[in-house]
């Protein structure tokens, strides 16, 4: 039994405990965030695993004894874990090892920590709740009519909420060892959180949301659409709500207004804020999906029960997703839309406006029109791996690992025509004008066909399989990866333009951002890389993890960027190349715009600001010749230093230290030396210590300038 449960009768769930039978079908994941918001302990069945936020993996325990509960304490160091064979364990996730085990007369059906992760509370099916202090090594217990299905602490460890089976809740100060009954239902609750210090809000299986009063023990009753699973106080008068049937609401205490923020299409087991501002929720499902939202916007999803991610679509207005389940997902405007059709995993996607193509090892093509089933293509003796269609000519393109190349009729949904080749066929990709079609082949060759699939040109582009091909959306010319190598084709010449090279595993999906500039990939160590087209530099890291990256897209008018992996991660992604690529067009505008009225400025013998300038822009080379003129004196180095910024004063420090090399420049630079050393400003410890010799060597050539002219002095007045 675990609290949060999909309103299955409570004595149901404990007859199939009492016969030792499995309950795991109806939880299948327990899940508990640490209370400082940076891991999370997850369990399926026997097995707890702790992970970080980005849903890799620190540490797993096989406990080998089904999991009820979980709770955090001491510091988010140790972990109890209460199971179904009336033990309760605790972990510590830094040394990796079990601590101690309690063993209990009867079945512990929940736990809770308190604030201050000092104190645990055990709820037992006989009624019993015992409270146990580990720094003070005392416990104290209290017996209630009914099993407890929920605990919960208030702000401080001196109170602690109990709901009952039988729906009574009572409150007990462990300081005055005083129980209050202060609300009972006709059903149990589901989830309590206290609005304030005295409001608790409590949501049970009869739909009904109760707003107590621990001092009045009054009670107000607002009737919900669905049952409520759990709650978050967003402020003093709206909470969020996540109901059995995937909703995420808003609801405002005051007016009574509900406001829908996300479906998800099944019951949200449990939601937490991940940010003290909460703008950020964590938010877990009943079929073991994690989603991340900001500002109620989903950011990262992690399908919790190993699901690969296979092939994803990323639409103006949804996200689709194919696993290597037979479901395929679509995320639209905070919904979850579950299109059922397919036998087998999903290997390949493709989408056109409301119409969504999906290939799977079951053989099948299967079209959707506004997530119906509209046809179904049946011909191919193996997965599809590559889809594409032409719906102004009613076209679909498909490749398989049966090494056929089929056209299929979008309106009849049968064969047209079949391209065989003599290789397994793992990519395919219909260029921006949809007249050609790429395919990438096992055996390294690129197939370049007609939209009729006449073969145009077939091109031994690499050594081992191809296993992605993209056209780009401006330019005339496809990209081809294979193990380690990216290759940039010419679809005029077909010779090859450009050769990126990734050190780090074989280069799995490619896709093109909007202008063509940048070239994104996925690879199977774990590497987002993103590849500047037309720059020298060449590849840039996105993102490094352990886990395959099989899916990959590019949303054009979020100018977004989405990655799914082989552990069920996706990420969403801005893309900054085209704010980058504009800054830096803008910047070099502006430094040759500098650049000429440096050339004016000296034309114009204006040598003070032209200094200033010259060291503004970096050229050290042109300061150092107007220093050099008749008009350099101290004044003038004084000045030129007052016109320069705090950051260019250090780095005209590292500047004087180059130009003091040449015994030519020593005089300029001593002068520029005083300047500095006359103004105040801040120097980090390096920068201090080359002033510092920089100044003592100015020092000391005066000390020997000075002893020079005494000798030459006195040898003057000897010779008088």
């Given at each position: 039994?675990?609290?949060?449960?999909r309103?299955?009768?409570?004595?149901?769930?404990f007859?199939?405990?009492?016969?030792?039978?499995?309950?795991?079908?109806?939880?299948?994941?327990?899940?508990?965030?640490?209370?400082?918001?940076?891991?999370?302990?997850?369990?399926?069945?026997?097995?707890?695993?702790?992970?970080?936020?980005?849903?890799?993996?620190?540490s797993?325990?096989?406990?080998?004894?089904?999991?009820?509960?979980l709770?955090?304490?001491?510091?988010s160091?140790?972990?109890?874990?209460?199971?179904?064979?009336?033990?309760?364990?605790?972990?510590?996730?830094?040394?990796?090892?079990?601590?101690?085990?309690?063993?209990?007369?009867?079945?512990?059906?929940?736990?809770?920590?308190?604030?201050?992760?000092?104190?645990?509370?055990?709820?037992?099916?006989n009624g019993?709740?015992?409270?146990?202090?580990?720094?003070?090594?005392?416990?104290k217990?209290?017996?209630?009519?009914?099993?407890?299905?929920?605990?919960?602490?208030?702000?401080h460890?001196e109170?602690?909420?109990?709901?009952?089976?039988?729906?009574?809740?009572?409150?007990?100060?462990?300081?005055?060892?005083?129980?209050?009954?202060?609300?009972?239902?006709?059903?149990?609750?589901?989830?309590?959180?206290?609005?304030?210090?005295?409001?608790?809000?409590?949501?049970?299986?009869?739909?009904?949301?109760?707003?107590?009063?621990?001092?009045?023990?009054?009670?107000?009753?607002?009737?919900?659409?669905?049952?409520?699973?759990?709650?978050?106080?967003?402020?003093?008068?709206?909470?969020?709500?996540g109901?059995?049937?995937?909703?995420?609401?808003?609801?405002?205490?005051?007016?009574?207004?509900?406001?829908?923020?996300?479906?998800?299409?099944?019951?949200?087991?449990?939601?937490?804020?991940?940010?003290?501002?909460?703008?950020?929720?964590?938010?877990?499902?009943?079929?073991?999906?994690?989603?991340?939202?900001?500002?109620?916007?989903?950011?990262?999803?992690?399908?919790?029960?190993?699901?690969?991610?296979?092939?994803?679509?990323?639409?103006?207005?949804?996200?689709?997703?194919?696993?290597?389940?037979?479901?395929?997902?679509?995320?639209?405007?905070?919904?979850?839309?579950?299109?059922?059709?397919?036998?087998?995993?999903?290997?390949?996607?493709?989408?056109?406006?409301?119409?969504?193509?999906?290939?799977?090892?079951?053989?099948?093509?299967?079209?959707?029109r506004?997530?119906?089933?509209?046809?179904?293509?049946?011909?191919?003796?193996?997965?599809?791996?590559?889809?594409?269609?032409?719906?102004?000519?009613?076209?679909?393109?498909?490749?398989?690992?049966?090494?056929?190349?089929?056209?299929?009729?979008?309106?009849?949904?049968?064969?047209?025509?079949?391209?065989?080749?003599?290789?397994?066929?793992?990519?395919?990709?219909?260029?921006?004008?949809?007249?050609?079609?790429?395919?990438?082949?096992?055996?390294?060759?690129?197939?370049?066909?007609?939209?009729?699939?006449?073969?145009?040109?077939?091109?031994?582009?690499?050594?081992?399989?191809?296993?992605?091909?993209?056209?780009?959306?401006?330019?005339?010319?496809?990209?081809?990866?294979?193990?380690?190598?990216?290759?940039?084709?010419?679809?005029?010449?077909?010779?090859?333009?450009?050769?990126?090279?990734?050190?780090n595993?074989?280069?799995?999906?490619?896709?093109?951002?909007?202008?063509?500039?940048?070239?994104?990939?996925?690879?199977?160590s774990?590497?987002?890389?993103?590849?500047?087209?037309?720059?020298?530099?060449?590849?840039n890291?996105?993102?490094?993890?352990?886990?395959?990256?099989?899916?990959?897209?590019?949303?054009?008018?979020?100018?977004?960027?989405?990655?799914?992996?082989?552990?069920?991660?996706?990420?969403?992604?801005?893309?900054?190349?085209?704010?980058?690529?504009?800054?830096d067009?803008?910047?070099?505008?502006?430094?040759?715009?500098?650049?000429?009225?440096?050339?004016?400025?000296?034309?114009?013998?204006?040598?003070?600001?032209?200094?200033?300038?010259?060291?503004?822009?970096?050229?050290?080379?042109?300061?150092?010749?107007?220093f050099?003129?008749?008009?350099?004196?101290?004044?003038?180095?004084?000045?030129?230093?007052?016109?320069?910024?705090?950051?260019?004063?250090?780095?005209?420090?590292?500047?004087?230290?180059?130009?003091?090399?040449?015994k030519?420049?020593?005089?300029?630079?001593?002068?520029?030396?005083?300047?500095?050393?006359?103004?105040?400003?801040?120097?980090?410890?390096?920068?201090?210590?080359?002033?510092?010799?920089?100044?003592?060597?100015?020092?000391?050539?005066?000390?020997?300038?000075?002893?020079?002219?005494?000798?030459?002095?006195?040898?003057?007045?000897?010779?008088?």
């Amino acid at each position: 039994y675990q609290r949060r449960v999909r309103g299955w009768p409570i004595h149901f769930l404990f007859s199939m405990l009492q016969e030792n039978k499995t309950y795991a079908p109806f939880i299948d994941r327990i899940c508990e965030l640490s209370p400082n918001k940076k891991i999370l302990a997850c369990s399926k069945q026997i097995i707890v695993n702790i992970l970080t936020l980005s849903f890799s993996l620190v540490s797993s325990f096989d406990l080998q004894k089904e999991i009820v509960n979980l709770s955090w304490f001491f510091n988010s160091t140790q972990l109890l874990v209460i199971t179904s064979t009336k033990t309760a364990i605790i972990l510590n996730v830094v040394k990796n090892k079990i601590l101690k085990t309690w063993q209990f007369e009867s079945i512990i059906t929940t736990c809770e920590c308190s604030p201050d992760q000092l104190t645990c509370v055990l709820g037992f099916i006989n009624g019993v709740v015992l409270v146990k202090n580990f720094e003070k090594k005392t416990h104290k217990n209290f017996k209630a009519q009914s099993a407890i299905n929920f605990l919960h602490f208030q702000k401080h460890v001196e109170k602690i909420v109990i709901g009952c089976e039988n729906g009574f809740i009572y409150i007990w100060c462990l300081l005055t060892d005083t129980i209050t009954l202060i609300s009972s239902s006709n059903a149990a609750p589901n989830s309590m959180v206290f609005l304030n210090e005295e409001t608790l809000i409590v949501a049970t299986r009869d739909k009904i949301l109760n707003i107590a009063n621990t001092s009045s023990k009054t009670r107000k009753s607002i009737a919900t659409h669905e049952i409520i699973s759990t709650i978050l106080i967003l402020d003093e008068s709206t909470i969020l709500i996540g109901g059995e049937g995937g909703n995420l609401n808003s609801f405002s205490l005051k007016s009574k207004q509900i406001l829908n923020c996300g479906n998800f299409s099944t019951l949200i087991l449990r939601m937490w804020f991940l940010d003290d501002e909460k703008t950020q929720i964590l938010i877990l499902t009943s079929d073991n999906i994690f989603y991340k939202m900001k500002n109620y916007y989903v950011e990262e999803i992690f399908f919790a029960n190993n699901e690969h991610i296979n092939d994803i679509r990323f639409n103006p207005n949804y996200l689709i997703v194919a696993t290597n389940s037979n479901l395929v997902r679509v995320y639209k405007k905070k919904k979850c839309i579950i299109l059922k059709g397919h036998t087998d995993s999903i290997v390949s996607l493709y989408n056109v406006g409301n119409i969504i193509f999906s290939g799977s090892k079951d053989k099948n093509l299967i079209v959707w029109r506004n997530f119906q089933l509209f046809g179904i293509c049946r011909g191919h003796k193996s997965t599809i791996t590559g889809i594409a269609a032409n719906i102004e000519k009613n076209l679909i393109y498909t490749c398989s690992s049966d090494k056929q190349i089929i056209l299929w009729d979008l309106k009849e949904f049968d064969c047209k025509k079949v391209f065989i080749h003599y290789k397994e066929l793992n990519c395919l990709c219909l260029s921006p004008n949809k007249k050609l079609i790429g395919v990438g082949a096992q055996d390294g060759n690129l197939i370049l066909l007609d939209q009729n699939i006449n073969l145009k040109k077939q091109i031994k582009a690499h050594k081992k399989s191809i296993w992605s091909v993209a056209f780009s959306p401006l330019e005339k010319c496809i990209a081809t990866s294979s193990e380690r190598f990216i290759k940039i084709w010419n679809l005029g010449s077909f010779e090859c333009l450009r050769i990126f090279e990734i050190q780090n595993g074989t280069i799995l999906k490619l896709c093109y951002n909007s202008t063509g500039t940048n070239l994104f990939a996925a690879t199977s160590s774990g590497l987002i890389c993103n590849m500047y087209i037309n720059s020298s530099e060449s590849i840039n890291i996105l993102t490094s993890n352990e886990e395959k990256m099989w899916a990959l897209d590019y949303n054009n008018e979020k100018k977004q960027l989405v990655s799914g992996s082989v552990g069920g991660t996706i990420i969403f992604w801005n893309d900054k190349s085209e704010e980058k690529e504009l800054k830096d067009s803008n910047f070099k505008e502006l430094f040759f715009k500098q650049v000429q009225l440096l050339e004016n400025l000296n034309y114009n013998k204006q040598y003070l600001k032209a200094a200033i300038l010259s060291l503004k822009l970096n050229k050290h080379d042109v300061a150092l010749k107007i220093f050099k003129m008749k008009f350099v004196d101290s004044q003038f180095c004084h000045e030129v230093i007052l016109g320069l910024n705090n950051t260019e004063k250090k780095q005209l420090i590292f500047v004087l230290e180059k130009w003091l090399i040449n015994k030519k420049n020593v005089y300029i630079s001593q002068i520029l030396i005083e300047s500095l050393l006359s103004i105040n400003f801040t120097l980090n410890v390096n920068e201090l210590e080359i002033l510092l010799n920089l100044s003592s060597k100015h020092l000391n050539r005066i000390d020997n300038l000075i002893s020079d002219s005494f000798i030459i002095d006195f040898t003057i007045s000897n010779f008088i």
